[in-house]
């Protein structure tokens, strides 16, 4: 499934394979290229959502956004790498008022290692964009009208992990 590419292993083991590469005196330039590619993903979901945004005439600027899932991949606690705080931290640059809410994640790390208090449970109708950035079980079994019903009137739901049938979200990844 398409996503934000993080964690561990997958995050990390090209930059390990690229330096032993180089060490040897061969540039890995697809490595290099898949990772510049991997690591400017917030930027480009983040601009997608600004568009989206500004074609259903809602300010961004001041706008709240709700991120649903901070861990790097579903059904796991794990933060290590996660890139999901790479969509915050874009966000931020908008004036954005960003919640992020993931029920797997304790509290005490996110705010340790990233700076990021998650939210207890997020309020209906409140957002004017939800981003499906996580597709942990609790998540996927809400379903689109669940989780539409976080938004405002008018907000823009953002799938990125593909787990809601295409008509019912309005950007995909």
Same mark, same amino acid.
């Given at each position: 499934?398409?996503?934000?590419?993080?964690?561990? #292993?997958?995050?990390?083991?090209?930059?390990?394979?690229?330096?032993?590469? $180089?060490?040897?005196?061969?540039?890995?330039?697809?490595?290099?290229?898949?990772?510049? =590619?991997?690591?400017?993903?917030?930027?480009?979901?983040?601009? $997608?959502?600004?568009?989206?945004?500004?074609? $259903?005439?809602?300010?961004?600027?001041?706008?709240?956004?709700?991120?649903?899932?901070?861990?790097?991949?579903?059904? #796991?606690?794990?933060?290590?790498?996660?890139?999901?705080?790479?969509?915050?931290?874009? =966000?931020?640059?908008?004036?954005?008022?960003?919640?992020?809410?993931?029920?797997?994640?304790?509290?005490?790390?996110?705010?340790?290692?990233?700076?990021?208090?998650?939210?207890?449970?997020?309020?209906?109708?409140?957002?004017?964009?939800?981003?499906?950035?996580?597709?942990?079980?609790?998540?996927?079994?809400?379903?689109?009208?669940?989780?539409?019903?976080?938004?405002?009137?008018?907000?823009?739901?953002?799938?990125?992990?593909?787990?809601?049938?295409?008509?019912?979200?309005?950007?995909?990844?």
């Amino acid at each position: 499934r398409p996503g934000l590419v993080g964690g561990h #292993c997958i995050g990390v083991d090209p930059y390990y394979l690229t330096h032993k590469a $180089q060490a040897i005196g061969y540039h890995p330039e697809i490595i290099l290229a898949g990772r510049r =590619l991997n690591d400017s993903m917030g930027g480009y979901v983040v601009s $997608q959502l600004v568009k989206a945004m500004t074609k $259903q005439r809602i300010y961004v600027e001041g706008a709240r956004v709700l991120v649903m899932g901070l861990t790097f991949k579903e059904n #796991c606690p794990d933060l290590r790498n996660t890139r999901v705080v790479d969509i915050v931290k874009e =966000l931020g640059e908008y004036n954005v008022a960003v919640d992020v809410y993931d029920p797997w994640v304790e509290k005490e790390e996110a705010e340790h290692e990233y700076g990021i208090t998650p939210i207890e449970s997020p309020e209906a109708g409140k957002y004017d964009a939800v981003i499906l950035a996580v597709s942990h079980d609790e998540f996927v079994k809400m379903g689109a009208a669940e989780i539409r019903k976080l938004g405002k009137a008018k907000h823009i739901l953002y799938d990125l992990k593909y787990v809601l049938p295409a008509d019912a979200a309005d950007i995909r990844l």
